[in-house]
């Protein structure tokens, strides 16, 4: 049986987040901020629609300084952000490129700061504006005596450390997850195709109760593979492949990132060192991570078990990152990044090395950081290479 988690939020979790949140633009001197991308939006309001994927409406969601978030919608979307607990929604009937919501987002912001003041808007690493850059240019242009700011702390810091609820959804679908991974053996064979084997993964995923797989990478080579994020081929598996696949299932909205590594009829004597290697990695990782150790602390715990076992370089560029509602997000453990460790914080531990003739392997495991150390969200990889027959 997999972790029970309820779907959806209490309005009292959302109504925490904004009060976090506005708590954190009033020390940043923010007057308001300004919400465009997928993530934040469903964030802070729970909307939840794969329309996203149409380029053609931008969404934009406001928090004031105080009171519940607005929405600033595109009139298609008032029904499903109807079932929100956002109860202020503003719309136009879009698209209209010439004006599409532009003056109505301008009128909104110059209604929840009448003085003026400083508009936070992500602006950091890992966001991005969802709007035309002639838009964007528009809208600056309408707000007279509203500047802007980064506004990436406000939702970075908040997003980083989940709530319980957030983080049983993520067990649950680490669970499912791990399942398939450990029923892969009886239905992937060689014989088949990369696009045969990936898709009979899928399909898995979806029968134990993912309601998506949005993110399904790997690769398979004689002794190894050199490819981690490729689409499957029709490449036919064969005796002595390697198989990587590595899944960002969704349930309810929050992922799982985490691979598993397979050899068909026997292994190489380097590939099962450097499954080893990477393996023992990862128990490190798990070791040392805790609340109030740094990200690139938890990142040399690893590297050094890879740097004793006689692996120079990690091809990779990070040992894992933050997971959530998004596949990776902040922070990533590496050099330079230095972000202090809380509990609540669901991360990846992901070393990885280069052996043989070009070949890489990776070791992947989701946890979350509890008071006392990491807690496994994913059923821990065998110790050994698995090898199919």
């Given at each position: 049986?997999?972790?029970?988690?309820?779907?959806?939020?209490?309005?009292?979790?959302?109504?925490?987040?904004?009060?976090?949140?506005?708590?954190?633009?009033?020390?940043?001197?923010?007057?308001?901020?300004?919400?465009?991308?997928?993530?934040?939006?469903?964030?802070?309001?729970?909307?939840?629609?794969?329309?996203?994927?149409?380029?053609?409406?931008?969404?934009?969601?406001?928090?004031?300084?105080?009171?519940?978030?607005?929405?600033?919608?595109?009139?298609?979307?008032?029904?499903?952000?109807?079932?929100?607990?956002?109860?202020?929604?503003?719309?136009?009937?879009?698209?209209?490129?010439?004006?599409?919501?532009?003056?109505?987002?301008?009128?909104?912001?110059?209604?929840?700061?009448?003085?003026?003041?400083?508009?936070?808007?992500?602006?950091?690493?890992?966001?991005?504006?969802?709007?035309?850059?002639?838009?964007?240019?528009?809208?600056?242009?309408?707000?007279?005596?509203?500047?802007?700011?980064?506004?990436?702390?406000?939702?970075?810091?908040?997003?980083?450390?989940?709530?319980?609820?957030?983080?049983?959804?993520?067990?649950?679908?680490?669970?499912?997850?791990?399942?398939?991974?450990?029923?892969?053996?009886?239905?992937?064979?060689?014989?088949?195709?990369?696009?045969?084997?990936?898709?009979?993964?899928?399909?898995?995923?979806?029968?134990?109760?993912?309601?998506?797989?949005?993110?399904?990478?790997?690769?398979?080579?004689?002794?190894?593979?050199?490819?981690?994020?490729?689409?499957?081929?029709?490449?036919?598996?064969?005796?002595?492949?390697?198989?990587?696949?590595?899944?960002?299932?969704?349930?309810?909205?929050?992922?799982?990132?985490?691979?598993?590594?397979?050899?068909?009829?026997?292994?190489?004597?380097?590939?099962?060192?450097?499954?080893?290697?990477?393996?023992?990695?990862?128990?490190?990782?798990?070791?040392?991570?805790?609340?109030?150790?740094?990200?690139?602390?938890?990142?040399?715990?690893?590297?050094?078990?890879?740097?004793?076992?006689?692996?120079?370089?990690?091809?990779?560029?990070?040992?894992?990152?933050?997971?959530?509602?998004?596949v990776t997000e902040w922070p990533s453990n590496m050099p330079g990044d230095n972000t202090?460790?809380e509990a609540g914080m669901v991360l990846t531990l992901e070393p990885g090395l280069a052996?043989?003739?070009?070949?890489?392997?990776?070791?992947?495991?989701?946890?979350?950081?509890r008071e006392d150390g990491a807690e496994l969200l994913t059923r821990r990889a065998p110790?050994?290479?698995?090898?199919?027959?």
């Open positions: 049986m997999h972790p029970i988690a309820e779907r959806g939020f209490t309005q009292s979790e959302f109504e925490r987040r904004t009060e976090k949140a506005q708590a954190i633009m009033a020390r940043l001197g923010l007057g308001a901020l300004l919400l465009t991308t997928e993530p934040e939006v469903r964030y802070f309001t729970g909307f939840d629609t794969i329309f996203w994927l149409s380029p053609t409406r931008p969404w934009f969601v406001v928090i004031p300084a105080k009171g519940a978030p607005i929405a600033v919608i595109p009139e298609i979307g008032a029904p499903s952000m109807s079932l929100t607990w956002i109860s202020d929604v503003r719309t136009w009937l879009a698209p209209q490129p010439e004006d599409d919501g532009i003056s109505l987002l301008a009128n909104t912001l110059r209604e929840v700061m009448p003085q003026g003041g400083v508009l936070g808007v992500p602006m950091g690493h890992e966001t991005h504006v969802r709007m035309p850059a002639a838009d964007f240019m528009a809208l600056q242009a309408k707000l007279d005596g509203i500047s802007l700011a980064d506004g990436t702390d406000v939702v970075r810091s908040l997003r980083m450390v989940k709530s319980e609820a957030e983080i049983a959804k993520i067990a649950r679908i680490c669970s499912i997850a791990s399942s398939a991974f450990e029923d892969l053996p009886t239905y992937i064979k060689t014989g088949d195709t990369e696009r045969q084997a990936f898709a009979k993964f899928k399909i898995d995923l979806l029968q134990k109760g993912a309601d998506d797989v949005p993110y399904l990478v790997g690769s398979s080579g004689p002794g190894g593979f050199e490819d981690v994020i490729n689409r499957p081929s029709d490449r036919i598996i064969a005796d002595g492949d390697m198989l990587l696949l590595d899944t960002g299932a969704l349930y309810d909205g929050y992922s799982c990132d985490f691979d598993r590594n397979y050899a068909f009829g026997h292994a190489t004597d380097a590939a099962k060192s450097a499954y080893d290697l990477a393996w023992r990695a990862t128990e490190a990782g798990l070791q040392a991570a805790r609340p109030g150790i740094t990200t690139t602390e938890l990142w040399a715990a690893m590297a050094k078990v890879l740097e004793d076992g006689g692996c120079g370089g990690h091809q990779i560029g990070r040992m894992g990152h933050g997971l959530g509602m998004q202090l460790i052996f043989g003739d070009g070949k890489m392997m990776l070791h992947e495991e989701n946890i979350v950081i110790p050994a290479l698995p090898i199919i027959t």
